[in-house]
């Protein structure tokens, strides 16, 4: 690594903004998972899905999609509001369809409708 990309990573090298995202959203995930899987009574579904999507779609569209490329602090902040976003979008779905469907229905339902929908929402809004 030259001494220009050295200086380019800051003081905190191993970190950069989509690590930060990453690291915000697993931190919002961690409480979704815990409240979805003692609300459900069952523990794969609510433990994979949700975590997938709330841990890893936020950095995806902030990789791919986003137009602007932010310090870490506020990749952060992004991060935050991103993870927020999916982990709402997820417990609506959820808590909506669980009486119907059950609790795995709930969160498979949420899962096929939540990440294809931010997906398109972020290709076709923002973009490039």
């Known amino acids: 690594m030259s001494n220009r990309e050295a200086d380019a990573s800051g003081p905190t090298g191993w970190l950069n903004p989509e690590k930060a995202?990453?690291?915000?959203?697993?931190?919002?995930?961690?409480?979704?998972?815990?409240?979805?899987?003692?609300?459900?009574g069952t523990i794969t579904y609510p433990a994979i899905f949700p975590t997938l999507a709330i841990v890893f779609m936020p950095p995806f569209i902030y990789r791919s999609y986003w137009p602007t490329t932010y310090d870490v602090v506020r990749a952060t902040g992004?991060?935050?509001?991103?993870?927020?976003a999916v982990a709402a979008q997820f417990l609506g779905v959820i808590l909506l369809a669980e009486p119907t469907l059950?609790?795995?229905?709930?969160?498979?339902?949420?899962?096929?409708?939540?990440?294809?929908?931010?997906y398109a929402l972020a290709r076709f809004v923002i973009g490039r």
């Open 21 to 40: 995202i990453i690291i915000v959203c697993a931190a919002i995930a961690l409480p979704v998972v815990y409240g979805l899987t003692e609300r459900l």
């Open 78 to 84: 992004w991060g935050l509001l991103a993870g927020i």
């Open 102 to 118: 059950g609790g795995d229905g709930a969160v498979l339902l949420a899962f096929g409708v939540v990440v294809p929908v931010d």
